[in-house]
């Protein structure tokens, strides 16, 4: 079997290109949803008279989006204009000494990988959707515990730490910091105080 195409010579330290234009879609895609987050929430108030208001959490997301966007981005040129290569690791070449631990294999994305993102974006989506009829414990705890089994954790221990997880965010931000955190509006649920 040839050898692959990192390991000659003359391709030591570059991408190959379908790898360069998967980097530069996915920096496109965080700088986009960084700017239509931005966008979308400019009518939100930042800060009301009691804390934080709807347009903090979302403003510092998207502004986070596209600081890593543009960081991504200006690494993708800078990367793209250097004219060192990787080769042997010697004294004089410190990029090659650096790099010496790194995993040479290319990311593969398998069709399990891409379904497991989406039930995770899904989550997520159904965490917003929850989180005001279910209140916080609840909806953070089956957030969690989906999130923790999707990424391959035991069941049984996923719902312990789940729970434990929104008990210790709701005494660390609804009590010590008197964040006000939705209660659910369930009739089942809010008699039993979540």
Known sequence: MPA???QFPANQGKLPGDAIVKEWIGCSV???LGLV???ASLDLQVVTRFGPGPGFFIRGLTIAMLVLGLIQASALVLSAHSKRRLSQPSPDNVVAVLNLDEDEDPMVVTPGSLVRFGLLAATLFAYGLLIEPAGFIVSTSLLAFSAMTLLGRPAMRSAVEAVAAA???YLAF???LGV???TSSMPLLSSIGL
């Open 4 to 6: 692959p195409w990192h």
């Open 30 to 32: 965080w700088i986009a």
């Open 37 to 39: 987050g931005l966008i």
């Open 167 to 169: 008990v210790i965010a």
């Open 174 to 176: 609804g009590i010590l």
């Open 180 to 182: 006000n955190l939705p």
